[in-house]
């Protein structure tokens, strides 16, 4: 059975409670974790509390020289880590290894970054005296919480611990209650490099009651959420009256614009990575296809003949490339939004259905799927589809591609491809979105600040920016002696 990491041990809930987490390939339990309540935040958050004080006075240097250690043990145990992975999530063993790496990369940038952290000094008026002068430091936030989804478990895990620990803060992550399993294994080979306790705790459970319970305590001044919009929107309540710092992370329903002057081929390669890569399940997939009515049947007969090609299997499988959704009410939700579809008058070029076979019988699978003839107001070109299936439209030029692809709630992420640059560049500004892509498919770099505007959420991650939601900016002003 694994266990919980607080305040520097492994631990079980303090009610002994359990809960199974479940393999979505086949249904086997996958391990038992515990099912923590409000007393077992209320000793994580005091151990945070404890912490805070000697983590803020530990140099830059020796946090990322421990942060560094932990993620050489982890880099040690990469296979191990993915394999589990993908025996909680779903995703193929290849995707599983790919997120590991990415989580080690983000979080080797934030170590880069420990050392750079500045503040400034400001001459003033000299009203005040001949050598007054001002300084802004940067301060660290305090308790910090991050609740994490259970599409990327470790690289959105890491995108909080990152900066959160390098700005001298505690942080106690909140995994998805489906996918605690790799994040566990993680974080003690992170705290075994010699993190003191109380500084990277893990807490396993559900959102209503541990969720809840860290962004409702006190002591918890920062909360970095990703999930979807609703949840977001019951964060910020929560967040509310206490003037909690928070970060969303939400939701998206993300555009992509092939003009005629695209390079076919790799728009066509783009399209399938962004929008079957997870089995679908991304906030940042592309979830609505818009191309120019000179290039739409060479584009859609290419793009049906790649689409039925990806293999659906378990993910541990060699060559599979999707693997099963993660739930089955995920599959439902996205089996419902093609059924609307459908009776609208949408026609189903590829998939539109589960896998069949002995294989597939105890597992969330669905097959890569295509629609056309889509009306803008189907559920799926309203809502966020998360799994994988693709409404195709057809426009006629800039004005309208970009009229119908700024018409969403979500503004989250967004791509072209064209080789007209400048008109690409027209586009990314008017593209309503946190992120585009030009001529590349969607994938996340940390070097860029990443967050969505409208319902897709608030503030940003990755980058240096994303240390700002960690430090606070205090001014002092030093008059003559
Ligand atoms: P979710 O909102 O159901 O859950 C996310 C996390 O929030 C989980 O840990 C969950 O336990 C917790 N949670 C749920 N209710 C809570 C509450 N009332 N209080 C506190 N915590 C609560 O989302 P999900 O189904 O796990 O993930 C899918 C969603 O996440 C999709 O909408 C997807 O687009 C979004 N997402 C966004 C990004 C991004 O960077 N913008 C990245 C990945 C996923």
Redesign the pocket.
Known sequence: MAKMFINGNWADALSGKTYEVRNPANGKVADTVPESGQEDVEATVQAAQAAFPGWADTSPDDRAAILRKGLQAVESQAQEIAAQLTAEQGKPLFEGSGELHHFLHGMEFYAGLASKIRGAQIPLPHALGKNAYGLVLRRPVGVCTG??????PLT?MGTKVGPALIAGNPIII????TTPLATLKVIGLLNEAGLPPGVLQCLTG???V???G??GHPAVRRVA????????R??MQ?AGPDFKRITL????SDPCIICPDANVKRAVSGVVVGRYWNAG????AIKRLYLFERIYDTFVQKLVEKTKKLKVANGLEKDARLGPLHTAAQREEVEEQVADAVKRGAQILAGGKRPEGAAYEKGFFYLPTLLVDVPDDARIAQE?C?GPALPVFKVKDWEEALARANNSVYG?GSSVWSRDLSAALRAAERLESGYTWINSAQIIYDELP???VKW??LGK?HGSEALDYYLETKSVVVGPT
């Open positions: 609740i994490v989804p259970w599409n990327f959105l909140k995994p998805a209650r559900s959102g209503s541990v969720g809840e860290l962004i959420l990703t999930g979807s919009s609703e949840t977001g019951r964060v929560l992370e939400l939701g998206g399940q991304q906030c940042l966020e998360f989250l990443f967050g969505g897709s959420g991650e």
